[in-house]
């Protein structure tokens, strides 16, 4: 299953002023708290192991993961069990209304059309990971219902 590509959002009425991996940063925020709290998957950890340590190491940030490691996709094999399932809660969300892009543009101060200007940051990272942090909690609290609410 394909949760996101960062090609989904790189054309239409994307800004001209901004490079096309700018449509892989709120993805890769997504992506870069699952693989560092531990919810990737086998395969996954085996594959890019080395670049799952600099991501740990913030040296690689979750949209240059996304890029240059799973070329641009994120896909139910990239996650575990739990991963997948919350993924599905929160950042899929209930037809398709993802409480994370609700996260998101409420942390950053952004909506639909100037959400690709968030730079890919740990800075920016570190603004957001709270607010995963306490959607998880809760969700996990609910006892891991099918959506986040």
Known sequence: ??????SWH??????????EAAGATHIGMF???????????????????DEIEQLHNEQLTGAQFLLHVLDEKFTSQDLNDEGHAF????????DHDSKFVDDYFA???V???SMYGVADSWEHFHQIAPMIDTRYQAWVAAGRPQYVV
């Open 1 to 6: 299953m394909k949760y996101d590509d960062a």
């Open 10 to 19: 790189s054309g239409g009425d994307f800004p001209s002023d901004l490079p």
């Open 31 to 49: 992506l870069a708290w699952l693989l560092r709290k531990g919810y990737a998957s086998e395969e996954l950890l085996e594959d890019a192991e």
């Open 87 to 94: 993924t599905l809660a929160y950042y899929q969300g209930e």
């Open 107 to 109: 942390s950053f101060g």
């Open 111 to 113: 909506d639909e059309q």
